[in-house]
């Protein structure tokens, strides 16, 4: 259960980082909003994990997916270029994130 929840905890990661843009500097009223409410729900829930999961795996893979998301859907949103250097980076993060995910089970 707690990974779902950390798993609840990235996607909210990934529309708190989103939201930054549009928020223009914070000169714009609703994405604003959006980067504070989702910002606050991301951290709350990450924080309900730490009782289970150990701190440093369970922010690692917070983060991780986090920045997966949010290049991804920089690509399919905003049109950011997808190379082969940042497929790559992105393979490490995924291939870091099983790893903890794998060692933070036993």
Same mark, same amino acid.
């Given at each position: 259960?707690?990974?779902? !929840?950390?798993?609840?905890?990235?996607? /909210?990661?990934?529309?708190?980082?989103?939201?930054?843009?549009?928020?223009? @500097?914070?000169?714009?009223?609703?994405?604003?909003? #959006? !980067?504070?409410? /989702? #910002?606050?729900?991301?951290?709350?829930?990450?924080?309900?994990?730490?009782?289970?999961?150990?701190? @440093?795996?369970?922010?690692?893979?917070?983060?991780?997916? @986090?920045?997966?998301?949010?290049?991804?859907?920089?690509? *399919?949103?905003?049109?950011?270029?997808?190379?082969?250097?940042? *497929? +790559?980076? *992105?393979?490490?993060?995924?291939?870091? !994130?099983? @790893?903890?995910? *794998? +060692?933070?089970?036993?």
């Amino acid at each position: 259960m707690a990974w779902l !929840v950390l798993l609840a905890a990235a996607v /909210f990661e990934i529309a708190f980082a989103l939201s930054l843009k549009p928020s223009e @500097g914070f000169s714009r009223f609703w994405p604003t909003a #959006g !980067v504070l409410v /989702f #910002g606050v729900i991301s951290v709350v829930l990450l924080s309900r994990t730490l009782d289970r999961l150990p701190v @440093g795996t369970a922010y690692a893979v917070w983060t991780g997916l @986090g920045s997966i998301g949010v290049v991804t859907l920089g690509v *399919i949103l905003f049109g950011e270029p997808l190379t082969l250097a940042r *497929i +790559a980076c *992105i393979s490490l993060i995924i291939a870091g !994130v099983v @790893g903890l995910r *794998i +060692a933070g089970s036993t």
